[in-house]
């Protein structure tokens, strides 16, 4: 048996799908609320600072202040609904060869698992957004607000060793060596680091 675990955010999905997803929800939401303040112009100014790695939420104030709504909104419900929201299919999804590819692990019956830090919500409408469930048992899924620590700690890895304890191989694909390789690196893993998706967070890239 061969496990082959996955990392998340800028490895199966470009993290930068999630927050233009956000940006539009959020936009949405404004505009439904303060119609004089077009859907477009929010789109503009925040994507326009993501682009340039300026802050997001910064931005969306500075729009707020030009049509004086700086005071009608809370931004810290902005900043909630924007991590809490559920990504739009029609942005942030799977690549086709990337679908591809875990579609054949599956059939190839090649056990594979998720080990992704970030919040439990945020990190679970990701998943369930992309159709992620179709290829990961939930079982085979580790979101560090969920069993308690991040990627710097060994457990997940050990978890999943122990699980599959007769598996022969156990692989980890991530886009970021220094936190995704270092501990199933020490356990005899094979790491696999995938070409960075341009924008990618842990290359300067805004969070959210």
Known sequence: MIVVAFDLDDTLIPEVLFLKSGIHHIATLINKNYPRLP????VSAMETALLTRRNHYAALESLLEEFNLRSSVDMKGIVTEFRNHAPDPAIY???PSIAEALATLKQKNIKTALITDGRSLTQRNKIASAGLYSFFDNSDIYISEEIGHDKFDPDSFLQIMKKHAGAKEFHYVG???PKDF???????WQTHLVHAFPLAVH????KL
């Open 93 to 95: 999804h799977l690549s």
């Open 182 to 188: 270092l501990h199933p690196a020490k356990l005899g």
């Open 175 to 177: 886009d970021n060596p």
């Open 39 to 42: 859907i477009l112009r929010i």
């Open 203 to 206: 290359h300067g890239f805004p």
